[in-house]
T-cell receptor, first 111, second 112 residues
Framework: KQEVTQIPAALSVPEGENLVLNCSFT??????LQWFRQDPGKGLTSLLL?????REQTSGRLNASLDKSSGRSTLYIAASQPGDSATYLC??????????FGSGTRLQVQP | DGGITQSPKYLFRKEGQNVTLSCEQN?????MYWYRQDPGQGLRLIYY???????QKGDIAEGYSVSREKKESFPLTVTSAQKNPTAFYLC???????????FGEGSRLTVL
């Protein structure tokens, strides 16, 4: 059964810093990997999706990479801003069934 | 206004009562999902449906029931058999060949 782990569970950084969030998974036979953002009391917002044949995806200040062989993905946030403060979750899909989620990294960007 | 609509946003229930959470989508997508989220934890799959009149149990289906009579609607009933129902419930649809998941705003259920 797929297990997804996100470390650290919480992170606090000063504004302007570049940062990396980590996601690891146990089964490398994934269909895709998706990164989400969740604000308190809200649903999840899709940030980036990497298909199994891809190595990375970029959107604005965000870059997500995927290394299936090592079971790892990273989300890179450039020039962090206080508005980036949220919980970031990664999830892997092993088919059309559903995604398996990590517990998330709670990010606080200090002004 | 398009998208995924969940209602109610907040719901309080007395022990022993069944409650139904609504999830409606006007995006014409086949696959719909229900997830549960507990504080500080990731999401766990309750039920999913890939076509009308068909649905499958997820990892934590005990104490829950669903129906899929219409493509646009996938309601979740939290029954009295669910021992710890207080949680945040999220409905989602699967988009496109790449399998991207999009979520509603969620429903927070509190058992008094």
């Amino acid at each position: 059964k797929q297990e997804v782990t996100q470390i650290p569970a919480a992170l606090s950084v000063p504004e302007g810093e570049n940062l990396v969030l980590n996601c690891s998974f146990t089964d490398s036979a994934i269909y895709n990997l998706q990164w989400f953002r969740q604000d308190p009391g809200k649903g999840l917002t899709s940030l980036l999706l990497i298909q199994s044949s891809q190595r990375e995806q970029t959107s604005g200040r965000l870059n997500a990479s995927l290394d299936k062989s090592s079971g790892r993905s990273t989300l890179y946030i450039a020039a962090s801003q206080p508005g980036d403060s949220a919980t970031y979750l990664c999830a892997t899909g092993t088919g059309r069934r559903a995604l398996t989620f990590g517990s998330g990294t709670r990010l606080q960007v200090q002004p | 206004d398009g998208g995924i609509t969940q209602s109610p946003k907040y719901l309080f229930r007395k022990e022993g009562q069944n409650v139904t959470l609504s999830c409606e989508q006007n995006l014409n997508h086949d696959a719909m999902y229900w997830y549960r989220q507990d504080p500080g934890q990731g999401l766990r799959l309750i039920y999913y449906s890939q076509i009308v009149n068909d649905f499958q149990k997820g990892d934590i289906a005990e104490g829950y029931s669903v129906s899929r009579e219409k493509k646009e609607s996938f309601p979740l009933t939290v029954t009295s058999a669910q021992k710890n129902p207080t949680a945040f419930y999220l409905c989602a649809i699967l988009w496109g060949y790449a399998g991207e998941l999009f979520f509603g705003e969620g429903s927070r259920l509190t058992v008094l």
